[in-house]
């Protein structure tokens, strides 16, 4: 099974401060089709998550360019220029290329106002 | 809009079943596979099952393969995760989410199983 690690698992970040946050996977999230099926979500206190990026660095409608993901083969990452206050939540990646058997969830980055 | 809401959860024993049920409107629910996300008190998410658009596949995780049946009904626009011989570690929100790589998510149901 793929195994899929984010870090850090905690992100204090200063308001207006750049954010970074890994995500690497076990093996290569390149599908025998070419595209690589790796997406990023975010889960603010409370709420149902809602995907931020698909397919590495595409961005969902309405989500902020401040946003912006990056990488290839196994090693990814999700960045934020400038973090603001609605940004506090949890960051999960995930990949979908290794499917079936199944869909795999990194462990989750918790970032947080300093 | 784009929505899905999903309902059934509740506290239930370990060992009995329970139904959750996922509606969705404003698309054409019957051209979109349709997945199961759980996430247990405090912890991070995990892929639990996917039905595809027209029902005729179902894959299911390891932790809840034999234990679960997803089904959907096209023209009521539902999908439903049948759950028995619960246990302790199934207590979780869980999500419905569309595939189009999980683009879409509903709020959660909760699912308690305790004795």
């Known amino acids: 099974d793929v195994v899929i690690t984010q870090s850090p698992l905690s992100l204090p970040v200063t308001l207006g401060q750049p954010a970074s946050i890994s995500c690497r996977s076990s093996r290569s999230l390149v599908h025998s089709n070419g595209n690589t099926y790796l997406n990023w979500f975010q889960q603010r206190p409370g709420q149902s998550p809602r995907r931020l990026m698909y397919r590495v660095s595409n961005r969902d409608p309405g989500v902020p360019d401040r946003f912006s993901g990056s990488g290839s083969g196994t090693d990814f990452t999700l960045k934020i220029s400038k973090v603001e206050a609605e940004d506090v939540g949890v960051y999960y990646c995930?990949?979908?290329?290794?499917?079936?058997?199944?869909?795999?969830f990194g462990q989750g980055t918790k970032l947080e106002i300093k | 809009q784009v929505q899905l809401v999903e309902s059934g959860g509740g506290v239930v024993h370990p060992g009995r079943s329970l139904t959750l049920s996922c509606a969705a409107s404003?698309?054409?629910?019957?051209?979109?596979?349709m997945h199961w996300v759980r996430q247990a008190p405090g912890k991070g998410l995990e892929w639990v099952a996917l039905?595809?658009?027209?029902?005729?596949?179902?894959y299911y995780s390891d932790s809840v393969k034999g234990r679960c049946t997803l089904s959907r009904d096209n023209s009521k626009n539902t999908m439903s995760l049948q759950m028995s011989s619960l246990r302790l570690e199934d207590t979780a929100t869980y999500y419905c989410a569309r595939d189009g790589a999980f683009d879409v998510w509903g709020q959660g149901t909760t699912v308690i199983v305790s004795s």
């Open positions: 995930m990949q979908g290329t290794h499917w079936p058997p199944m869909y795999t």
């Open positions: 039905i595809s658009y027209d029902g005729s596949n179902k």
């Open positions: 404003g698309f054409m629910f019957s051209g979109f596979a």
